[in-house]
């Protein structure tokens, strides 16, 4: 069979093309039906010798089979299309599932190291914040953060409608969790930031203590230290620093709170400094005093004190020191001076002896180991009445058991 544009034609049928396709009808050239406008029409013959009737059938039934093959490649593209976006689906459900998921296990994780430093810092003592209540709030929101309240996991081989379920739950236990995690990490930093604020109190309280001692030493101390002034002096000083640094200090970082303990430390130590001057200027007054004092303990007492049984014996002068006569001369010794009371007083000499002085109507205890005859020849009729020094640890005393010696 002749071969049109290289193909061989089996059938004479599948060529006629009709006017709708803008050709003629007619047979196509060089075919056995001759050329285009040949004048024969389409009732004529082909020829194969088939009539325009079959022509015509073979037509719809190509049709049709072009109509069904058409129709099945609509269905197999629909189904195909719809299987491709229900994959799609599918996948955007199982990858949002996983996301909300993970997204939900980070949020527990973060909720779970909240609550850690939460559980530490909720036991601070309430005497070391500024404000209790904020411990008070810090403990709601313990309770309010439910780290285990959703157990959710994306199956494989679950219905989308589960996943997008899930991813739901999902979400929506991060929004809760994510809220009341926020409210803990601000409960937790307000009970923070109040136990800074009363350690910064407490700081600048101790300090401004010390100033008050300060100043209130600076003016009663005033003309009593020892040392010119030095130590009041480098105290002023102190209070004007610390001063600065109370004023400057207005946060609780570590480079505050150590300025604020350092000034106070300077100033307890300056106080100690005046303290200490003011002392020691009140020992060297009192030793003053004594020593003019000591050049007139014995003043009222003036005279010879001579035993019962001698003609004579030591002189005794203001100073309280022992003269020439009888006795070796012996000197007061500063600072031995004692009160006694009922105008008795005691006091030390340099060779050791002890002195009290008992004046009349007293009762010295020596006196109970003299007889009348014994004071008789002194002319001691009533002891008692007598003015009277006992002596003991005295090398001249009788015996070791002392002497008692009457004023002549």
């Known amino acids: 069979m002749p071969n049109i544009n290289g193909l061989e034609q089996s059938d004479p049928t599948i060529l006629d093309v009709s006017h709708r396709n803008g050709f003629p009808t007619g047979s196509v050239p060089g075919g056995p039906g001759g050329s285009y406008g040949s004048g024969e029409s389409d009732s004529g013959k082909s020829d194969g010798g088939k009539s325009d009737s079959g022509k015509s059938t073979n037509g719809k039934r190509r049709g049709i089979i072009i109509a069904v093959i058409v129709a099945v490649l609509i269905i197999i593209g629909g189904v195909i299309g719809w299987r491709i976006m229900a994959s ?170 150590n300025s604020l303990k350092s000034a106070t430390r300077g100033v307890g130590s300056s106080i100690d400094a005046v303290n200490t001057s003011v002392r020691e200027k009140a020992a060297a007054d009192r030793k003053a005093q004594e020593a003019a004092a000591d050049k007139s303990r014995c003043a009222a007492i003036v005279g010879v004190y001579a035993p019962a049984n001698s003609g004579g014996g030591p002189a005794v002068d203001a100073g309280c020191n022992i003269g020439s006569g009888a006795w070796p001369a012996s000197q007061y010794v500063s600072g031995s001076y004692k009160n006694l009371g009922g105008g008795r007083f005691s006091w030390s000499t340099s060779d050791g002896s002890k002195l009290t002085y008992y004046p009349a109507g007293t009762y010295a205890p020596l006196q109970s180991t003299m007889t009348p005859e014994f004071l008789a020849p002194a002319g001691i009729t009533d002891p008692t009445n007598t003015p009277k020094i006992e002596v003991h640890d005295n090398p001249n005393s009788m015996g070791g058991i002392g002497t008692l010696m009457f004023k002549g």
């Open 88 to 257: 799609r689906s599918y996948a955007n459900a199982m990858g949002d599932c996983r996301t909300q998921v993970n997204a939900l296990a980070d949020a527990q994780k973060t909720a779970k190291s909240q609550l850690e430093k939460a559980n530490a810092v909720v036991g601070t003592d309430a005497n070391n914040v500024a404000d209790a209540t904020t411990l008070t709030t810090l403990k709601t929101a313990i309770s309010d953060v439910d780290v285990d309240a959703a157990s959710l996991s994306c199956n494989d081989g679950a219905p989308a409608r589960e996943l997008r379920s899930v991813a739901d739950s999902a979400k929506t236990a991060i929004d809760k969790l994510t809220t009341s995690t926020t409210a803990l990490g601000k409960a937790v930093k307000a009970v923070e930031s109040s136990k800074d604020a009363k350690t910064l109190g407490d700081a600048k309280a101790a300090l401004q203590k010390q100033i008050d001692a300060a100043e209130k030493l600076m003016a009663t101390s005033k003309g009593k230290v020892k040392d010119n002034d030095r130590s009041r002096h480098a105290l002023e000083r102190r209070i004007a620093d610390a001063k600065t640094v109370l004023k400057s200090a207005t946060a609780a970082d570590d480079t505050t709170l």
